[in-house]
């Protein structure tokens, strides 16, 4: 059964720093576009980050130069590098999966889910 499982939640001060990751046991995630999206209380849920093998890492506007998505193929899992971490980046934080597709911030046309992890940014 193909899943994802996300770790690395937390509560840090505005101004750190946190690393999630997205394992995935039972496939092998570099055959996979990957993307992080998160939703806040009352909002919707955002793409924030993507990677595949077509274009370079894509990054929403609110992020970029914070967060950094990467991969390590030889554990199978895909990372979330986030910097100077705002209150406004408190969300829920989910790694999704879709196969041979482009980057894209429409989160329907994910095949494959996380469960999320908690990330709280407070003082």
């Known amino acids: 059964q193909v899943q994802l499982v996300e770790s690395g939640g937390g509560l840090v001060q505005p101004g750190g720093s946190l690393r999630l990751s997205c394992a995935a046991p039972?496939?092998?995630?570099?055959?996979?576009?990957i993307g992080w999206f998160r939703q806040a209380p009352g909002k919707e849920r955002e793409g924030i980050s993507c990677?595949?093998?077509?274009?370079?890492?894509s990054y929403r506007d609110s992020v970029q130069g914070r967060f950094t998505i990467s991969r390590d193929n030889d554990k199978n899992t895909v990372y979330l590098q986030m910097n100077n971490l705002k209150p406004e980046d408190t969300a829920v934080y989910y790694c999704?999966?879709?196969?041979?597709?482009?980057?894209?911030?429409?989160?329907?046309?994910?095949?494959?889910w996380g469960q999320g992890t908690q990330v709280t940014v407070s003082p």
């Open positions: 039972g496939f092998t995630l570099d055959e996979y576009t």
């Open positions: 990677i595949s093998h077509y274009t370079t890492p």
């Open positions: 999704a999966a879709r196969r041979f597709g482009f980057c894209t911030w429409t989160s329907s046309v994910f095949t494959t």
